[in-house]
């Protein structure tokens, strides 16, 4: 893949892009777009001199990771940090008042002192990277340290009186369609919104964290249309 006009020297100024930074990124990670921060926008916060934005002013790619070295984690961040101390380095509303004690049950205490929403069951598997972050603030319960190396199981997490269900998460998608045929639509019939995790279940499957639908839907659930996508009954 090239990415610059001319080949880049260690120590040479700094070289042209062939095209927008972002743009070149997306042409290989494709399908990081559909869980990743808007790019191409200006920021209405202030943004740390650790992160970059573009000759226009504008968010991108490379605001919140690097290409080559000096890089923290397998996602190549900036800054040595992942999941919602990562997000509050520029995000820092969500550190204020009540907000504070929420945003540091994680790594303040390995259980919180709310009611867990979230109950490991033995239907099988394990949750992905995506829905164990989403716990980490959505349950409270789980603590960002101890996650580190730790496989969580599969199980149902309650969404609370709003809509007053719970869903699976981490469960096979394709077994359930074999073990209940004619319940659940085909992986291949599945709308392009609706994401799998290695044919496995999980919180982004629903929810795009950084969606603008109500609840961070991935698609409008009028007439529970998001349910069946997937539910035939």
Same mark, same amino acid.
């Given at each position: 893949m090239t990415c610059h006009l001319t080949n880049p020297t260690e120590g040479a100024e700094k070289y042209l892009f062939v095209?927008?930074?972002?743009?070149?990124?997306?042409?290989?990670?494709k399908d990081a777009v559909r869980l990743s921060h808007p790019v191409d926008m200006k920021p209405s916060m202030?943004?740390?001199?650790?992160?970059?934005?573009?000759?226009?002013?504008?968010?991108?790619?490379?605001?919140?990771?690097?290409?080559?070295?000096?890089?923290?984690?397998?996602?190549?961040?900036?800054v040595a940090s992942i999941g919602?101390?990562?997000?509050?380095?520029?995000?820092?509303?969500? =550190?204020? &008042?009540?907000? %504070?004690?929420?945003?540091? $049950?994680?790594?303040?205490h390995?259980?919180?002192? *709310?009611?867990?929403?979230?109950?490991?069951? =033995?239907? &099988?598997?394990? %949750?992905?990277?995506?829905? $164990?972050?989403?716990?980490?603030?959505?349950?409270? *319960?789980?603590?960002?340290?101890?996650?580190?190396?730790?496989?969580?199981?599969?199980?149902?997490?309650?969404h609370g009186g709003n809509i007053g269900l719970s869903h699976p998460v981490g469960v096979s998608y394709r077994e359930a369609t074999v073990k209940y045929k004619g319940a659940y639509r085909k992986i291949e019939k599945l709308p392009q919104e609706i994401r799998l995790f290695d044919g496995f279940v999980g919180c982004g499957s629903c929810h795009n964290p950084y969606g603008r639908r109500h609840f961070e839907l991935v698609m409008s659930n009028e007439g529970s249309a998001l349910c069946f996508a997937c539910h035939m009954k």
């Open positions: 095209k927008d930074i972002s743009a070149l990124c997306i042409s290989c990670h202030k943004i740390p001199a650790d992160f970059l934005l573009d000759r226009k002013g504008n968010l991108a790619c490379n605001s919140c990771h690097t290409t080559h070295k000096g890089s923290y984690g397998k996602y190549h961040l900036r919602e101390p990562f997000c509050i380095t520029c995000h820092q509303s969500l =550190s204020e &008042g009540s907000e %504070l004690h929420r945003s540091t $049950i994680g790594s303040a390995m259980a919180g002192s *709310v009611q867990s929403r979230y109950w490991p069951g =033995s239907i &099988g598997g394990y %949750l992905d990277e995506v829905s $164990i972050r989403c716990l980490i603030c959505h349950d409270a *319960v789980f603590a960002t340290e101890s996650l580190v190396g730790t496989a969580v199981q599969a199980g149902e997490y309650d």
